[in-house]
């Protein structure tokens, strides 16, 4: 079973910044992807940024958010970051945490096909 609790998110205004968290328990801890969502009102979730691999792994970042975003985790606290910077209102979303456990040859590490879930954070960005 995957746990996976995400915390962080609020109202700011355009240019400003927030860090959110994704605390991760049972296979989450050790997942092989573990990677940030978001979803707009009325858009497909869209996968933001990602982490293949243990130890330092590979990071993989959606265009919309290079250079903007990072992504980031703590292993022995077993949680998972992501730091938002230079906001825009279109980052304005429901941003969600997600684990896959295991490896599969060609995934794509920023696909909806994640095995779990947390209930999402919320960011809103004011012009």
């Known amino acids: 079973q995957m746990g996976l609790v995400e915390s962080g998110g609020g109202s700011v205004q355009a240019g400003g910044s927030l860090k959110l968290s994704c605390t991760l328990s049972?296979?989450?801890?050790?997942?092989?992807?573990q990677a940030w969502f978001r979803q707009a009102p009325g858009k497909e979730r869209e996968g933001v940024a990602a982490?293949?691999?243990?130890?330092?792994?590979?990071?993989y970042y959606a265009d919309s958010v290079k250079g903007r975003f990072t992504i980031s985790r703590d292993l022995p606290r077993d949680t998972l970051y992501l730091q938002l910077d230079a906001l825009e209102p279109e980052d304005t979303a429901m941003y969600y945490c997600?684990?896959?456990?295991?490896?599969?040859?060609?995934?794509?590490?920023?696909?909806?096909?994640?095995?779990?879930w947390g209930q999402g954070t919320q960011v809103t960005v004011s012009s």
């Open positions: 997600a684990a896959r456990q295991f490896y599969r040859t060609g995934f794509q590490p920023l696909s909806n096909a994640y095995d779990a």
């Open positions: 049972g296979y989450a801890r050790n997942a092989y992807y």
């Open positions: 982490f293949v691999g243990g130890g330092a792994g590979t990071i």
